[in-house]
């Protein structure tokens, strides 16, 4: 497992040139382009919760009961938590449930 | 006008502490998750010193671990990074004057906390200059290197990462991350639809499809649903990425 191989090298910097896209793109888009499509610019502004959702949600059904449990709490919690605070509450509560062996 | 070159470099340095010691526990938790979803160190080490990017950098090594096709892991890199078109679209104005090569070189350390506070900068000051800019941006990502290496090198010691409750972290950063884009417009029917399309999406195409699917689905619920009232757009979107960063 793991070990020296170096054989994922080229698809992260394929992804490091795709970053590196978004960082200049707006650049010089803007330079070209007065301004987007009022719609256009509402999909966008959808994109960080849309994706994030879709990388949270599944792990509700994957993750187990335990890790579900914690991350509806965390949800809750962030409510009212900053991050960090946010992350060592459902922490806590997924190790409470294991150690509890439920 | 009487700032040297160095005071504003050490300026834009000072301001980036609140962001390092907040990212800097990512940073670590990046590395060990990368040596746990069976990147090499070395991987690991690259993928932090190119992208430079937390939270794209997380769903990267996520889809490592999954064996999924290489183009769509740069894809979806590219989703979860593209919030940074529209912040280089707002501090252009800002950065105009910087010549080409620093243009290149700065927008390459641009984060959400250094947006949010070359934002400020720029109304305090009337002007962001270049050594202030690349100030916060190397004090920003040394320190991510640095604990990105802490944290391979310390997950090689690490066992089962169930054992220790490493596995959940992931999710719930994700989760922090999301709850931070709260205040945006639309927010909690598209992560309530995208949310519940994924899990669809999962079950009937299967992964790594249902990210995309789920993503797709809530941007189009959001350009359908009402726009905000004509003439308060600029303020409004100035305001939200401030809030954001935060």
């Known amino acids: 497992m793991g070990g020296f191989d170096l054989g994922y090298a080229p698809v992260v910097l394929m992804a490091a040139l795709a970053t590196y896209l978004t960082r200049i793109g707006g650049y010089l888009l803007v330079r070209r382009f007065q301004r987007l499509p009022p719609r256009l ?10 994706v994030l959702s879709t990388l949270v949600a599944p792990a509700l ?4 009961r335990d890790a579900a449990i914690a991350i509806v709490v965390a949800f809750l919690a962030g409510f009212r938590l900053a991050p960090v605070p946010m992350l060592l509450v459902g922490w806590a509560v997924v190790m409470g449930l294991r150690h509890l062996g439920l | 006008m009487a700032e040297t070159l160095r005071d504003e470099f050490w300026q834009g340095a000072r301001k980036a502490l609140p962001a390092i010691l907040s990212a800097s526990p990512f940073g670590a938790l990046f590395g060990a998750l990368a040596v746990d979803n069976g990147l090499s160190i070395t991987d690991a080490m690259l993928m932090s ?11 990267g090594i996520e889809l490592f671990g999954q064996k999924v096709q290489p183009w769509l892991i740069v894809l979806s890199v590219f989703a979860v990074n593209f919030r940074l078109v529209l912040y280089s679209a707002s501090i252009a104005r800002h950065i105009q004057h910087f010549s080409r090569l620093q243009k290149a070189f700065g927008l390459f350390l641009l984060t959400d906390p250094h947006y949010a506070e070359t934002e400020r900068r720029a109304d305090e000051r009337g002007r962001v200059r270049f050594a202030w800019f690349i100030g916060y941006g190397i004090a920003l990502y040394v320190p991510w290197q640095v604990a990105t290496a802490l944290g391979a090198v310390f997950a090689g010691l690490i066992g089962n990462p169930a054992a220790i409750g490493l596995d959940v972290l992931l999710p719930i950063y994700f989760l922090s991350l999301l709850m931070g884009f709260r205040k945006r417009r639309n927010w909690l029917p598209v992560v309530a639809v995208s949310s519940v399309v994924s899990i669809l999406a999962l079950k009937v195409v299967g992964s790594p499809w249902h990210v995309s699917i789920g993503a797709l689905v ?6 359908c649903l009402p726009l905000p009232v004509e003439g308060d757009e600029a303020p409004a979107a100035d305001a ?5 960063a935060n």
Do not use: K, N, W, Y
């Open chain 2, 240 to 244: 939200q990425g401030r809030r954001e």
């Open chain 1, 41 to 50: 610019m509402a999909a966008l502004d959808a994109v960080p919760a849309a």
């Open chain 2, 218 to 223: 809530g941007m189009v619920l959001s350009a």
């Open chain 1, 61 to 64: 059904i994957t993750g187990g």
């Open chain 2, 49 to 59: 010193l190119t992208v430079f990017a937390g939270a794209s950098q997380m769903v």
